[in-house]
């Protein structure tokens, strides 16, 4: 079984925070993704990376930043977190870029 | 531009009817669809997949239909459940392209004893 696991299922952090969200597969997957979901708006895809130090920006990059050094693991930055930031991340990984995803648990993030 | 479009924020079906949540998309490259079905404070799970090829796909109480030439797909559960209730996201991707998937917003399914 593929298993995603991200840092911490809840988070609360003040405006101006440094904030790390960590992500870990164990399926030896190249391809990991950083989402965030927000009522109404689905699933929208920050960043992901393809391969080891290879990122790529997705539709809403704006205000975040990511960190791929090993192949199993996916960081994903809030250089100064703003309240807009508040919202749940999930973080996944998938074998093909096309193929289906596994997402991990998910991190509520709030931002006071 | 939404490439892939769930119209409809929120379902409410009668336990033991059917449930049909439903999705268009506007890229005719698209070669596989998958249906995600999310709870609260819980990461998405793979439901059901079908590829370009094939019109239909089962997989117990769930059925998701492709009609490409609307582009549009459906998912039915038969019969419906409590434990049905859930978010539903559809996406979408291009296999032969290597395009990554891209996801529907949402349709909130809410099954009534």
């Known amino acids: 079984d593929v298993k995603v696991t991200q840092s911490s299922r809840y988070l609360v952090k003040r405006t101006g925070e440094k904030v790390f969200l960590e992500c870990v597969q164990d399926?030896?997957?190249?391809?990991m993704f950083w989402y965030r979901q927000d009522p109404g708006l689905g699933l929208r895809l920050i960043y992901f990376?393809?391969?080891?130090?290879?990122?790529e920006k997705g539709d809403i990059p704006e205000g975040y930043s990511v960190s791929r050094e090993k192949k199993e693991r996916f960081s994903l930055i809030l250089e100064s977190a703003s309240t807009n930031q508040t919202s749940m991340y999930l973080c996944?990984?998938?074998?093909?870029?096309?193929?289906?995803?596994?997402f991990g648990p998910g991190t509520r993030l709030t931002v006071t | 531009d939404q490439q892939v479009k769930q119209n409809s924020p929120s379902l409410s079906v009668q336990e033991g009817r059917i449930s049909i949540l439903n999705c268009d998309y506007t890229?005719?490259?698209?070669?596989?669809f998958l249906w995600y079905k999310k709870y609260p404070a819980e990461g998405p799970t793979f439901l059901i997949s079908i590829s370009s090829i094939k019109d239909k796909n089962e997989d117990g109480r769930f059925t998701v239909f492709l009609n490409k030439s609307a582009k549009h797909l459906s998912l039915h559960i038969v019969p419906s459940q409590p434990g049905d209730s859930a978010v539903y996201f559809c996406?979408?991707?291009?296999?032969?392209?290597?395009?990554?998937?891209?996801f529907g917003q949402g349709t909130r399914l809410t099954i009534n004893p």
């Open positions: 399926m030896d997957h190249e391809n």
């Open positions: 890229n005719s490259m698209f070669d596989y």
């Open positions: 996944a990984s998938s074998f093909q870029l096309a193929g289906q995803q596994y």
């Open positions: 996406a979408a991707s291009q296999i032969q392209g290597a395009q990554k998937l891209v």
């Open positions: 990376s393809y391969d080891v130090k290879m990122k």
